[in-house]
């Protein structure tokens, strides 16, 4: 499985930006997706995952009830909305793929990533 992370770029605080994670070489549809991302001089940390299904969602505690994790399986592709995006939400953003647990998840275990998006937020 081939991701590609896509949709990040620079706005002010409290704007939106929609990240888009498409799959290519095979369906994902088996696949849990996870949303992570690396702040400069930070380690990578978790955001947000969605199981095959649609269902569990979760989300960290810096991003809940701002951000929203959806997958269209028709489309091969998990989206991330963010909003009310805050300097801290500055950080190149990267989505993967498991088959695992949420427990695996939230470990950053994931048996596909793929290529970041940068997310900058002004203040």
């Known amino acids: 499985v081939q991701l590609q992370a896509s949709g990040g770029g620079l706005v002010q605080t409290g704007g939106s930006l929609r990240l888009s994670c498409v799959a290519s070489?095979?369906?994902?549809?088996?696949?849990?997706v996870g949303w992570f991302r690396q702040a400069p001089g930070k380690e990578r940390e978790f955001v947000s995952s969605?199981?095959?299904?649609?269902?569990?969602?979760y989300y960290s505690d810096s991003v809940k009830g701002r951000f929203t994790i959806s997958r269209d399986s028709a489309k091969n592709t998990v989206y991330l909305q963010m909003n009310a995006l805050r300097p801290g939400d500055t950080a190149v953003y990267y989505c993967?793929?498991?088959?695992?647990?949420?427990?695996?998840?939230?470990?950053?275990?994931?048996?596909?990533w793929g290529k970041g998006t940068q997310v900058t937020v002004s203040s």
């Open positions: 993967a793929a498991s088959t695992g647990g949420q427990a695996t998840i939230l470990k950053g275990v994931m048996d596909f």
């Open positions: 969605i199981g095959y299904t649609g269902r569990p969602t």
């Open positions: 070489g095979r369906t994902f549809s088996s696949y849990a």
